[in-house]
C-alpha cells in the first residue's frame, strides 16, 4: 500500500511528490546601506579569499557578503545559515591572524 502524504510538491515538469516537510530559500537581499561605495549593492560587501573587504579591518561574512574570488562549480554564494556559519569562522580566523600578525609585522 503506497503511504499517503499529508504534504505534496509540484515540479515545474508536472511531477509530483509526496513530503515530510518543505524548506523554502527564497532569497535575501543584503543590507548594505551603512557599507559606503558598493558598486553592486544587490550583490553585497565584496571580500577576498580572507573575507576582507577594501575597507582597512572590515570584514564581512554571510548574507552582506559577496566572494570576489573566482567561481567554481562545486560552490556558489546561496545565502543559507550554513555557508553563513562557515564564512563567519573564516572571517573570524582571519581577524584574529591579522590581530596576531600586525603586534610582529607593521606591514599590514
Given at each position: 500500500?503506497?503511504?499517503?502524504?499529508?504534504t505534496?510538491?509540484?515540479?515545474?515538469?508536472?511531477?509530483?511528490?509526496?513530503?515530510?516537510?518543505?524548506?523554502?530559500?527564497?532569497?535575501?537581499?543584503?543590507?548594505?546601506?551603512?557599507?559606503?561605495g558598493?558598486?553592486?549593492?544587490?550583490?553585497?560587501?565584496?571580500?577576498?579569499?580572507?573575507?576582507?573587504?577594501?575597507?582597512p579591518?572590515?570584514?564581512?561574512?554571510?548574507?552582506?557578503?559577496?566572494?570576489s574570488?573566482?567561481?567554481?562549480?562545486?560552490?556558489?554564494?546561496m545565502?543559507?545559515?550554513?555557508?553563513?556559519?562557515?564564512?563567519?569562522?573564516?572571517?573570524?580566523?582571519?581577524?584574529?591572524?591579522?590581530?596576531?600578525?600586525?603586534?610582529?609585522?607593521?606591514?599590514?
Open positions: 500500500m503506497a503511504k499517503k502524504w499529508r505534496y510538491v509540484e515540479l515545474t515538469n508536472g511531477k509530483r511528490f509526496g513530503v515530510d516537510w518543505i524548506l523554502s530559500a527564497t532569497g535575501v537581499r543584503p543590507n548594505t546601506d551603512w557599507f559606503p558598493l558598486k553592486h549593492p544587490e550583490h553585497g560587501i565584496y571580500v577576498n579569499d580572507w573575507m576582507h573587504s577594501s575597507l579591518d572590515v570584514y564581512a561574512a554571510g548574507d552582506v557578503c559577496y566572494p574570488w573566482p567561481r567554481q562549480k562545486h560552490w556558489f554564494q545565502r543559507l545559515w550554513s555557508q553563513g556559519r562557515t564564512m563567519g569562522i573564516c572571517a573570524g580566523i582571519s581577524m584574529s591572524t591579522a590581530a596576531d600578525s600586525s603586534s610582529t609585522d607593521n606591514s599590514r
